[in-house]
């Protein structure tokens, strides 16, 4: 934050949600990256981790509440890649469900008050999901990706971040 001047610091008043679903990760999947940028040399099983448009519904609250639709991805390579992939699905899901049943938070990133799986996990072929003309290249041979959506409501920090 050091190239931000102060009145951007102070206006701030909620953090991204990214960030306290990727401590809340790191809490309950210590043994697994995860982060919101696939690297050039991605080692595998990783978990990325996007927020989605919400094509102008926000349920939030600018007092209080903060808002979010996300894509979380799992992936894994072979052997057993696709079986492995489904399993790091369910590990997210289950992990997030425990950190929003027990109010998971960070102080200066807020916590948890609410999660909903919008899209049970699946498997999908590439890189990123298109649902237009424009396609996305293919994962490399042997790598498996899961796609699980969530609705998350987190409650902002008490002081700004």
Same mark, same amino acid.
């Given at each position: ?20 679903? /990727?401590?809340? /990760?790191?809490y ?23 927020? /989605?448009?919400?094509?102008?519904? *926000? ?27 489904g ?29 909903t ?9 590439? *890189? ?15 790598? *498996? ?17």
């Amino acid at each position: 934050m050091a190239g931000l001047p102060p009145s951007v610091i102070a206006a701030q008043e909620f953090s991204p949600i990214e960030d306290l679903l /990727l401590a809340a /990760l790191a809490y309950y999947l210590p043994d697994v990256k995860a982060g919101t940028l696939i690297m050039m040399a991605q080692t595998f099983p990783f978990i990325h981790l996007r927020r /989605l448009d919400s094509y102008g519904v *926000w349920a939030g609250d600018e007092r209080f509440i903060d808002d979010a639709h996300m894509a979380i991805y799992a992936y894994a390579e072979d052997p057993d890649g696709d079986e492995d992939a489904g399993r790091l699905a369910e590990a997210v899901r289950a992990s997030l469900m425990r950190a929003r049943r027990a109010r998971f938070g960070v102080p200066e990133l807020g916590h948890f008050v609410g999660l909903t799986m919008t899209a049970s996990p699946r498997r999908v072929p590439d *890189w990123a999901t298109a649902t237009g003309p424009v396609q996305y290249a293919d994962l490399p041979a042997g790598v *498996w990706r899961y796609e699980t959506r969530f609705d998350v409501t987190v409650r902002r920090p008490r002081q700004q971040p």
